[in-house]
């Protein structure tokens, strides 16, 4: 179509917009930080598992323009952002097909539009975890400004209608605390999973000026497992009751927690420590005090899954045309 002939122009002028320089990071611009002394003594730095490097690709030519990343579990769900955020920013044909910059492996995919980049991160702490170092290195080579990051997703509800989006404000651990640890060298390392609160107000702006689902700010519980961890009862082991679980369930609900997934909190430690902005924006399939299955058809929960990414495709949409 002839609409999208001119794709390539368009991301040309994406990259000349004023704020979106690939060069180093001057006054008044927020660069992405490492906190790593050892890189800058490495001759070369191999992203492994995106199957990229700092002398087999151009990193900052390939990805000095990015603005906004998006990461999600599923690789189909990230390949459907790009092709989503290609259509709302006519950067693209949302039907056409974007290639994986990460084809080389099998571990993540990676695909661009312009200034956005969509990345998958697979299931729980450990593969995001895995996933943001070098994704983080990736955007420092690349000399990187002024970067917003967002997780979309899936998560199971508190009290919540399913279908709502949680834009998290705080990722709290089982126990109900704001807080990642992680053992290093044998010690236990704490870290802080607080998120940009400016970040989270917009986005719920933004949730109230598409009006199409309920979208509420709300802590998130991040748990290792998702059975015993997230009290199901349908596990292949479960050595509480139905009391047990409610009881539980509710004393998250008290200290704010409105959804339960397995990754937030390792994401908001590592975006903080690299001075990143960055939410969380996750629908609620079901309400776990109602239930620990899912019983809706698969058309409701592909229209919920679909919900995050129209969140933030308005946002980033909203962001750019403020930028012109």
């Not at 794709?7 to 008044?28: C, D, E, I, L, T």
């Not at 598992?49 to 151009?58: M, W």
């Not at 080389?104 to 990676?110: K, Q």
């Not at 990754?263 to 399939?285: D, G, H, P, R, Y």
Request: neutral net charge; hydrophobic residues 40%.
């Amino acid at each position: 179509m002839e609409q999208y002939a001119k794709y390539s122009a368009s991301v040309r002028q994406w990259k000349m917009a004023p704020g979106f320089s690939n060069q180093k990071s001057g006054a008044g611009k927020s660069s992405v930080h490492v906190n790593n002394p050892h890189l800058d003594s490495m001759k070369e730095d191999i992203l492994y598992h995106f199957n990229l490097g700092t002398d087999t690709q151009d990193l900052p030519a390939m990805f000095g323009d990015v603005k906004f990343v998006c990461v999600g579990g599923s690789a189909w769900r990230m390949k459907a952002f790009i092709q989503y955020i290609a259509g709302e920013l006519g950067l693209g044909d949302p039907k056409a097909e974007y290639p994986n910059l990460c084809a080389g492996t099998d571990r993540y995919s990676m695909y661009k539009v312009g200034p956005v980049l969509s990345v998958s991160h697979g299931m729980g702490i450990p593969s995001i975890a895995i996933m943001l170092h070098e994704l983080i290195k990736l955007l420092y080579h690349a000399k990187c400004s002024d970067v917003t990051i967002v997780r979309i997703g899936t998560s199971g509800g508190i009290g919540l209608k399913p279908g709502t989006v949680v834009i998290t404000k705080q990722s709290m651990d089982a126990c109900f605390q704001p807080k990642f640890e992680q053992v290093i060298l044998g010690k236990t390392v704490v870290r802080n999973t607080d998120l940009d609160e400016g970040l989270a107000e917009e986005l719920l702006q933004c949730g109230a000026e598409l009006d199409k689902f309920e979208t509420v700010i709300g802590n998130t519980m991040c748990t290792l497992d998702f059975y015993e961890g997230q009290a199901r009862l349908d596990g292949a082991f479960c050595s509480y009751t139905e009391a047990d679980k409610q009881k539980y369930l509710a004393e998250a609900y008290a200290a704010g927690i409105r959804n339960i997934e397995m990754e937030s909190s390792v994401f908001a430690a590592m975006c903080k420590l690299s001075s990143i902005k960055a939410a969380v924006v996750c629908v609620t399939l079901l309400d776990r005090l109602k239930g620990d299955q899912l019983t809706s058809s698969h058309d409701v929960l592909s229209n919920f899954q679909q919900r995050p990414q129209m969140l933030v495709g308005h946002f980033i949409k909203k962001q750019l045309n403020s930028s012109q």
